[in-house]
């Protein structure tokens, strides 16, 4: 089945809506398709080696429809394939770079990749971030290798190349991947006005109070909807330190308010879990004062770190945002974190400017 007729079904039985945009990139996605259904041509002598397929990297804001896209293509494609969220990925070939230097090889990269090559011919990625100055070294090497070796790669961003690692620490090693990016890749954004997350996600369907049986229904529904019934662990490395996300599926990530406020968490680690989610359910916010000062100050760097990466929070709380800190030193502090949470729920947050 060609992808525009793939489209076109999810369309007649009332999964997506149409959309312009996400009808321009068909081509690019057909083409990608319609390349992996053809022979991969050996070398040798008298022969002329073939023109490696090229991959697509797809760009825009949230909600526009490139992970839909993506495993629409990723359902038709008939090739030895797999698909990966991008840090679990990362997670993935830092355990393996761990397991090849056991064996006292200097270069740990290129084994993964073959392992890698020599298992697939179709790799597709969601949320292509880079936030680190390893992962931004190890990922060039990485992918250099994988197109050197033929498998042809498809990946969503919600920026584009020349955006990633931007600002980096040393990023002037990076560039020549970012380079590498738009020469094997056809470079896609997917600039649609219509956030197609946003029927799901606004005003009263995103923070739910009291504390109840109610509250927790109603989690759960999101989550079931939102993740499609899927989920794994996440784990986040920042500075050498694990940081665990208990819940996550394709951007999704759940977790309880203790999780990530009830441990010794920093900025540094709500950064990075803001880097690597589009979507947080976090369960159970209790009544914050002096009792659980330093829980507070935690949650007011979440939520900043949250509003500031435009990541869409769902919440459960033991009261409306500003009632949740009535007392104890940090009280004026909190205002603006009640402000933002109030600000979070509104239909037209994610869009804003």
Known sequence: MTMQSA????????????????????????????????????TGFFKRKAEPIKGLYMWGGVGRGKSMLMDLLYEQVDAAKERWHFHAFMQWVHSEMTEVRKTGVDDAIKPVAKTLSDRLRFLAFDEMQITDITDAMIV?????????????????????????????LNRQLFVPFIDLLQDRMVVHELASDTDHRQGRLSGSDVYFTPLNADASVQMNQVWTELSGGCEEELTLHVKGREVVIPRFHNGIARAKFFDLCGKPLGAGDYLALSEAVRVLLLDDIPRLS???????????????????????????????????????EGTFEFERTASRLREMQSDDWMSAD
């Open 140 to 168: 060039g090497r990485l992918f250099e290798n994988m197109f050197e070796a033929g498998v042809v790669v498809v990946t969503t961003s919600n920026r584009p190349p020349t955006d990633l690692y931007k600002n980096g």
């Open 290 to 328: 002096r009792q659980n000062f330093n829980e507070a100050k935690r949650f007011v760097t979440l939520i900043d770190a949250l509003y500031e990466a435009k990541v869409q929070l769902i919440c459960s709380a033991a009261a409306k945002p500003e009632m949740l800190y009535v007392e104890g």
């Open 7 to 42: 489209y076109e079904a999810e369309v007649a039985q009332g999964r997506i809506k149409s959309d312009p945009a996400q009808l321009a990139v068909l081509p690019e996605l057909e083409r990608v398709r319609f390349a992996l259904t053809q022979p991969v041509q050996k």
